[in-house]
């Protein structure tokens, strides 16, 4: 079945310092794969997707994400992390035939002022 | 436009009570998905409605359903709660039934006591 890991349960960063957090995916096919972030108390909201094309995807907030095939990861980057970008950030890839998304255990980013 | 709107907000229940939470989706938007998302997890899926008519269920209880109206919002009930049916309820919806992105509504917060 399609899932989505993301190895890091936490990561802390400091204000300006660059990020990547990892998403790998299990899947057949090319898939489509969606970044969203969770603010505390709040619901998601989508930052990017890929579904197929170039496989650098940018997205809102001044984030970006890269698609390789090869090492089946969908990773999110930004350049300049932003004390707002403390937030949990979770990988999706839908799987069932609907829009069932399989999200992974999500990664809870801390940014150090 | 308006988002996705849930209600309520928050809710707190005893074990053995019942539970109906609402969603309205964007507008023009058919599908209506609900999920799940227990403290430390990511959401997990529990129903798709499209046009009125259920097209995924995920792994949950028979306690849970929901529906769809003729206007697209939908209702998510729980009979006999559980202490473990504490989380948070989120509702997506999508412009149609297959694989893409989906809006997230903020969530309600169900606590049983």
């Known amino acids: 079945a399609q899932s989505v890991t993301q190895p890091d349960i936490h990561i802390t960063v400091s204000e300006g310092a660059s990020l990547e957090l990892r998403c790998n995916y299990s899947?057949?096919?090319?898939?489509?794969l969606f970044w969203y972030v969770q603010s505390p108390g709040q619901g998601l909201q989508l930052l990017l997707k890929y579904f197929s094309g170039d496989t650098l995807v940018q997205g809102i907030k001044g984030f970006e994400a890269e698609f390789k095939r090869s090492q089946s990861s969908f990773n999110l980057r930004k350049p300049s992390v932003h004390w707002s970008d403390a937030a949990e950030y979770f990988c999706?890839?839908?799987?069932?035939?609907?829009?069932?998304?399989?999200f992974g255990t999500g990664t809870q980013l801390k940014v150090e002022l | 436009d308006a988002g996705v709107t849930q209600s309520p907000t928050h809710l707190i229940k005893t074990r053995g009570q019942h539970v109906t939470l609402r969603c309205s989706p964007i507008?023009?938007?058919?599908?209506v998905s609900w999920y799940q998302q227990v403290l430390g997890q990511g959401p997990q899926f529990i129903f798709q409605y499209y046009e009125k008519e259920e097209r995924g269920r995920g792994n949950f209880p028979d306690r849970f359903s929901a529906r769809q109206f003729p206007n697209y919002s939908s209702e998510l009930n729980v009979n006999a709660l559980l202490l473990g049916d504490s989380a948070l309820y989120l509702c997506a919806s999508s412009l149609s039934r297959g694989p893409q992105e989906q809006f997230f509504g903020p969530g309600t917060r169900l606590t049983v006591l």
């Open positions: 507008s023009g938007h058919k599908s």
């Open positions: 999706a890839v839908p799987t069932g035939g609907g829009n069932k998304l399989t």
């Open positions: 899947y057949g096919a090319t898939p489509y």
